[in-house]
Every structure is written in C-alpha cells, then in structure tokens.
Nanobody, 123 residues
Framework: VQLQESGPGLVKPSQTLSLTCTVS????????WSWIRQPPGKGLEWMGA???????YYKPSLKSRTSISRDTSKNQFTLQLLSVTPEDTAVYYC??????????????????WGQGTQVTASS
C-alpha cells in the first residue's frame, strides 16, 4: 500500500487548507485512514481519521476547523483545515492503520505512511 499527499505548499492565514491523500495498492473501504502533522521542532499531532465505512473522528481541539472526507471512486481521502494560522505550519502526513486508536502518534501504530508534504501558513 502506498499513500501520497498532495496540495498547496503555501497557504495564507485565514484561508482553508485542503490536502488529498491518494492511496494505491489498497482500498480506503478497508482499514482506517488518518491525518497527522508535525510542526517544526515539535512532535507528531494526530488530527483526525476516517474509517473504512466513512465515519470520521477528530482531535477535539481541532474539531471546529477540521473536516475529513473521501472519494471511494478515486481511492482518495481529503483534509480540510479552516482559518489557518501560522501555527498550522507543519509537515502533513496521511497514514493507514488496521485498528483505530484515537490520537495515536506512535509511528509503529500505523502500517503505512505517506512521505509527507510541507505546508506553510504565511502571508
């Protein structure tokens, strides 16, 4: 299974960040699919996940600004983050796991990872 993140590398403050994770070699109608980010100099932060059935879960502190959806026909799932600020600058990863552990930030808890994409929130 391979995951590939795509999206803009630069977003202006107050705008919406949209990232897409394209999955190959496996179906998003199985397993669990998460978005995780790592701000510069900080640890991994779990943002949310979408399940094989389309149910979504979010980190409580991000829930009001975060939306995860999917397109099963394209085998993709997407992240939208509203009203970005410079504090949202990070490397964003998508990842797949066979079990759903809300808030998981241990890389060993995921079977597959994308390579990550740098997003900078700046004017």
């Amino acid at each position: 299974v391979q995951l590939q993140e795509s999206g803009p590398g630069l977003v202006k403050p107050s705008q919406t960040l949209s990232l897409t994770c394209t999955v190959s070699g496996g179906s998003i109608t199985t397993n669990y699919w998460s978005w995780i980010r790592q701000p510069p100099g900080k640890g991994l932060e779990w943002m949310g996940a979408i399940t094989y059935s389309g149910s979504t879960y979010y980190k409580p502190s991000l829930k009001s600004r975060t939306s995860i959806s999917r397109d099963t026909s394209k085998n993709q799932f997407t992240l939208q983050l509203l009203s970005v600020t410079p504090e949202d600058t990070a490397v964003y990863y998508c990842a797949a796991s066979k079990t759903l552990i809300l808030g998981a930030t241990d890389k060993n808890q995921y079977e597959y990872w994308g390579q990550g994409t740098q997003v900078t929130a700046s004017s």
